[in-house]
């Protein structure tokens, strides 16, 4: 009796679509139930031998649906949990080095963390398919970051700990996707921040029945200054959703393009007024998502500020998450197609892809993005299946924005630090922890430990969550260029160099010793670690400072540029004190997560097919014009600065 509910329960869910998955499996299978999970469809079968033996019927049946297809074994064809146990650890050979052996029975999921996934997968697939016929569970792998990360394990200790809220609101974004919508004959765009400057970033896109926001960031200074921001700078601080006349429920979907604070830095907030639906990102975007949110959290806190969220805000949005990785199409309405493109800004970050309605209307944003070279990521995509508006990143867009390649600006920095250390002073390197850090990170180890005019016997230390930030990377090798990539595969991994050392203790004790590098969070000396060495190293001429990314016009890193020799920062006891900046003031461009001015010409040049439109964003005005003016020469094409609060109908 309880069969025949389940199989007309998902029938009801699946309408037409179950008759057709129906008769395509065959009999033997035991094809029990289907069920929508998220954007995917999952098939329960009492004999799942049947359909793992020949992987023609899954694609057969995924390509007849246009959906992904996800196999697993009915609940009564389900190994006990010791006794699978057991047998998967026999199963997979030592080498592989297992960390953990979890179950997830409301997904029939058998979680495998090894260091090695290679091993626990085999050759072709061959130990998992191993692993699911012998066990009926469904295996997936997780790898074991090669240096301790308590972000990772949290995040994922979370989703076992919650798999019962996770399981039922994936049900129910999976009916509310597969909702058929009437079809939309428009297609409009708001820009809700990040238009004409750099910062809480956002954008808007409405079908009649779908709304989807791309980004939803906080700017970064008053993000760290938390609700003070509110009566001061609030309009410039939180994207324009509350102008944009939609209510918090309205809202289909937020993507996320990736995890730095002024692109997601908002999305807790969501959380908190009552949003319930998914976020999209990369599996490493969430990952590095969590460490930032709870940081700023932390930072605003002990700055003795109110954050806009807390921590079981930040909790609530990563149990929302559906991650996809790159190439992987995904309906998140009935009519928008939601697809990742590497975008070579930082660990995980995505090009977005969107096409809206049956051939109707195909947006690309880029986010972030860097096209050229950099030593952790490969260049972004130019690549795209169609493509008729364009909205590109315009941080160095300005005419005058050509930062130097990589090579010189690798001298350049290098130079600077032998110098100071030569001249017994230390080099502070403020940086965003995720991203630049890691760059600083593989070229010192580059210069200081291979044979050349660099090579020097002098301790880098890494303060803030870089470290944490770095054990990430080594968790997805697989986003990474291939060199680094094998060398984290080989246990050769550069961010494990003993040249490293973490701060650990008093900085006041690295203060007083002899010359050394200091890598330290807080990448505009808004705050955090790299702000309480300048106070402790502004004194001393023979010290240096050294920026090497994108520094806020009203940052106290570009006051710092532009000659300030004075300034108030509060001393060890809290009290403000004016600190005399002696030390030198560098800077090197060229190690920019963003395109410069150059590569963001030809990225557009290159991409293909021709977009139609441009519409630029995430810079200062200036440069969103004049890079809007010389790509529409160009290209021959209309391309535009839109403001905040401007609605572009697109189709
Ligand atoms: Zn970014």
């Known amino acids: 009796m309880e069969e025949k509910s389940e199989a007309s329960k998902s029938k009801e869910q699946l309408g037409q679509l179950f008759d057709k998955i129906e008769a395509m499996l065959p009999k033997e299978a035991g094809f029990s139930k289907a069920e929508f999970e998220g954007p995917d469809i999952v098939l329960y079968m009492k004999n799942a031998k049947a359909v793992y033996q020949d992987d023609s019927i899954v694609r057969a049946i995924a390509s007849s649906i246009k959906k992904k297809l996800i196999i697993r074994s009915d609940e009564s064809a389900l190994m006990e949990v010791e006794k699978a146990r057991e047998l998967i650890k026999s199963i997979i050979p030592p080498e592989a080095v297992v960390a953990n052996i979890k179950f997830m029975p409301r997904f029939s999921e058998v979680y495998i963390e090894a260091l090695k996934p290679g091993l626990v997968i085999g050759k072709g697939g061959t130990t998992l398919k191993a692993i699911s016929m012998q066990t009926g569970w469904s295996p997936k792998v997780l790898r074991t970051p090669t240096m301790s990360c308590d972000t990772l394990s949290g995040v994922r200790q979370l989703m076992f700990n919650e798999e019962d809220f996770r399981k039922k609101f994936l049900t129910k974004i999976g009916k509310d996707i597969n909702r058929t919508l009437e079809k939309s004959e428009w297609f409009k765009a708001t820009a809700l921040g990040g238009y004409r400057e750099v910062g809480r970033s956002s954008l808007l896109l409405e079908t009649k029945g779908s709304k989807v926001i791309i980004d939803c960031g906080l700017s970064p200074e008053p993000a760290v200054r938390g609700v003070d921001a509110n009566t001061s700078s609030e309009n410039k601080a939180f994207p324009y959703l509350d ?98 493109h590497n975008a070579g800004h930082i660990l995980g970050s995505g090009i977005v892809h969107l096409h809206a309605g049956e051939g109707m209307y195909n947006i690309v944003h880029t986010g972030d993005m860097k096209y050229g070279y950099s030593r952790l990521l490969d260049p972004a995509s130019v690549k795209y299946p169609r493509i008729d ?40 390197i403020p940086v965003f922890a995720v991203g630049r850090a890691q760059e600083i990170q593989l070229a010192l180890e580059n210069y200081l430990t291979n044979d050349g005019p660099y090579k020097m016997d002098v301790p880098v230390f890494l303060d803030g969550m870089i470290l944490e930030a770095s054990a990430i990377h080594t968790a997805y090798p697989e986003y990474l260029k291939e060199g680094l990539r094998n060398r984290i595969l080989n246990n050769r991994s550069p961010f494990e160099s003993e040249i490293f050392e973490v701060m650990k203790g008093e900085r006041k004790d690295i203060v007083d010793k002899g010359p050394a590098i200091i890598i330290a969070s807080g990448g505009m000396l808004n705050g955090g670690a790299s702000l309480d060495y300048l106070r402790m190293l502004a004194d001393d001429p023979k010290n240096a400072v050294l920026f090497v990314g994108f520094n806020s016009a009203n940052s106290l890193a570009r006051r710092l ?33 963003h395109s410069d001015r150059r590569q963001l010409m030809s990225f557009v040049e290159n991409i293909r097919p021709k977009p139609k439109t441009v519409y630029t964003m995430h810079g200062e005005e200036s440069k969103c014009e004049d890079l809007a003016r010389s790509i529409g020469r160009a290209l021959h094409v209309d391309a535009r600065a839109p403001m905040n609060l401007d609605t572009i109908r697109l189709k």
């Open 243 to 340: 102008s944009a006349n939609i209510s918090i429920n309205d809202i289909s979907a937020v993507i996320i393009t990736h995890s730095h604070m002024d692109h997601m830095g908002f999305v807790p907030y969501l959380f908190k007024y009552g949003y319930e639906g998914p976020v999209y990102c990369t599996p490493p975007t969430r990952d590095m998502a969590a460490l930032l949110l709870k940081d700023y959290v932390k930072l605003v806190q002990r700055s003795g500020g109110t954050p806009l969220y807390d921590e079981k805000d930040v909790r609530k949005m990563l149990l929302h998450v559906i991650t996809r990785e790159y190439n992987e199409v995904t309906n998140i309405t009935d009519e928008v197609k939601l697809t990742y």
């Open 389 to 428: 508006a364009l909205f590109i990143e315009s941080t160095y867009g300005g005419h005058a924005d050509v930062t130097p390649n990589r090579n010189d600006a690798e001298r350049q920095f290098m130079e600077t630090i032998k110098r100071t250390v030569q001249g017994g002073g230390k080099v502070i």
């Open 561 to 593: 540029q532009n000659g300030l020799r004075e300034v108030v920062l509060p001393d060890e006891d809290g009290r403000l004190a004016p600190v005399k900046i002696n030390l030198t003031v560098n800077t090197v461009d060229g190690f920019s997560g």
